[in-house]
């Protein structure tokens, strides 16, 4: 069976509020964006117009999305035309979004130590999830995150303490910290208090100093580049808990219309296809990398 988009989708005229600009030609925009705000889950994405001169849209997945603001931030880096040409619009300029788009994260409410892994450019959405987790009383998230190119933003040392990390890890992003969310970074790079090697052997490194008594209370969420993704199914069924994991795809309509973006995956009925924009981006890790490779929750 399909999965359907887990909310209405909305046509907007957006402004853009701010504009950041980071190493590796990265840029952050604010935009406001009421409807989508009030609507869109961890996961999901907006596609977006870049220009008139570009028949298809660019996905972006939710940085953040807040309600009472009704504002909406995506983090993206130029690697195209299209985002050349988005990167270039400045605060004050209007968007022609549609959104909020897909399948999105699915906490485990049997699971409350939520361990999130976020690698590149899939951080924005495990920001996104660790945000809205930290608001629910029952949950404990945990959010690491690698780069192999500055992180777009200034770390410092972090201020809470994490049971399990190894020695020296402790760069942390300060708005996490500031609404009291636990992070801790990786790269190969060597850069001051972070975990030397990919953000997956941290995670590995933090679940080997678990007592094996708690793995009942972890979960996996994970973005990232495939080969991340996959290193996290490993972990998954290494440690025996189940995963999430959001795939970032090109796509053209973006609803589930061409079947542009179809990836194959392992269901109970055995293997097919399924849409990333409409049947994801947000999966089990069984479906994607093989059922019975990943435990099962």
Same mark, same amino acid.
Do not use: N
């Given at each position: 069976?399909?999965?359907?988009?887990?909310?209405?989708?909305?046509?907007?005229?957006?402004?853009?509020?701010?504009?950041?600009?980071?190493?590796?030609?990265?840029?952050?925009?604010?935009?406001? @964006?009421?409807?989508? =705000? @009030?609507?869109?889950?961890?996961?999901?994405?907006?596609?977006?117009?870049?220009?008139?001169?570009?028949?298809?849209?660019?996905?972006?997945?939710?940085?953040?999305?807040? #309600?009472?603001?009704?504002?909406?931030?995506?983090?993206? *880096?130029?690697?195209? *035309?299209?985002?050349?040409?988005?990167?270039?619009?400045?605060?004050?300029?209007?968007?022609?979004?549609?959104?909020?788009?897909?399948?999105?994260?699915?906490?485990?409410?049997?699971?409350?130590?939520?361990?999130?892994?976020?690698?590149?450019?899939?951080? #924005?959405?495990?920001?996104?999830?660790?945000?809205?987790?930290?608001?629910?009383?029952?949950?404990?998230?945990?959010?690491?995150?690698?780069?192999?190119?500055?992180?777009?933003? *200034?770390?410092?040392?972090?201020?809470?303490?994490?049971?399990?990390?190894?020695?020296?890890?402790?760069?942390?992003?300060?708005?996490?910290?500031?609404?009291?969310?636990?992070?801790?970074?990786?790269?190969?790079?060597?850069? #001051?208090?972070?975990?030397?090697?990919?953000?997956?052997?941290?995670?590995?490194?933090?679940?080997? =100093?678990?007592?094996?008594?708690?793995?009942?209370?972890?979960?996996?969420?994970?973005?990232?580049?495939? @080969?991340?993704?996959?290193?996290?199914?490993?972990?998954?069924?290494?440690?025996?808990? #189940?995963?999430?994991?959001?795939?970032?795809?090109?796509? =053209?309509?973006?609803?589930?219309?061409?079947?542009?973006?179809?990836?194959?995956?392992?269901?109970? *009925?055995?293997?097919?296809?399924?849409?990333?924009?409409?049947?994801?981006?947000?999966?089990? @890790?069984?479906?994607?990398?093989?059922?019975?490779?990943?435990?099962? =929750?």
């Amino acid at each position: 069976m399909e999965r359907p988009h887990h909310a209405t989708l909305f046509v907007e005229e957006a402004g853009i509020v701010s504009r950041e600009v980071f190493e590796g030609e990265r840029i952050m925009l604010g935009i406001e @964006a009421s409807r989508i =705000a @009030a609507t869109a889950l961890p996961g999901t994405f907006i596609h977006v117009r870049c220009g008139s001169e570009f028949l298809l849209r660019r996905p972006f997945s939710l940085m953040d999305a807040d #309600p009472d603001s009704g504002r909406i931030s995506i983090l993206f *880096k130029v690697v195209g *035309k299209g985002t050349r040409l988005l990167a270039a619009k400045g605060v004050g300029e209007v968007l022609d979004i549609i959104g909020p788009i897909g399948v999105p994260f699915r906490p485990d409410e049997g699971r409350p130590r939520a361990l999130l892994l976020g690698g590149g450019l899939g951080m #924005p959405p495990m920001i996104f999830l660790a945000a809205r987790l930290r608001a629910r009383p029952s949950f404990e998230p945990l959010l690491l995150m690698g780069s192999e190119i500055p992180f777009p933003f *200034k770390a410092f040392p972090s201020r809470i303490l994490v049971p399990g990390m190894p020695d020296g890890v402790i760069g942390a992003m300060p708005s996490m910290e500031d609404r009291g969310i636990p992070t801790r970074l990786a790269s190969r790079q060597g850069y #001051p208090g972070c975990f030397h090697g990919l953000v997956t052997e941290l995670a590995r490194a933090w679940l080997m =100093a678990r007592p094996s008594t708690t793995r009942g209370e972890i979960a996996l969420y994970a973005c990232g580049p495939e @080969a991340m993704l996959r290193a996290v199914a490993d972990l998954a069924h290494e440690y025996g808990l #189940p995963c999430q994991v959001c795939l970032e795809e090109f796509m =053209a309509c973006g609803v589930g219309a061409c079947a542009g973006c179809a990836v194959p995956v392992m269901t109970r *009925k055995g293997p097919t296809m399924r849409r990333v924009c409409v049947d994801g981006p947000v999966f089990d @890790a069984r479906e994607v990398f093989g059922r019975d490779r990943v435990a099962v =929750a």
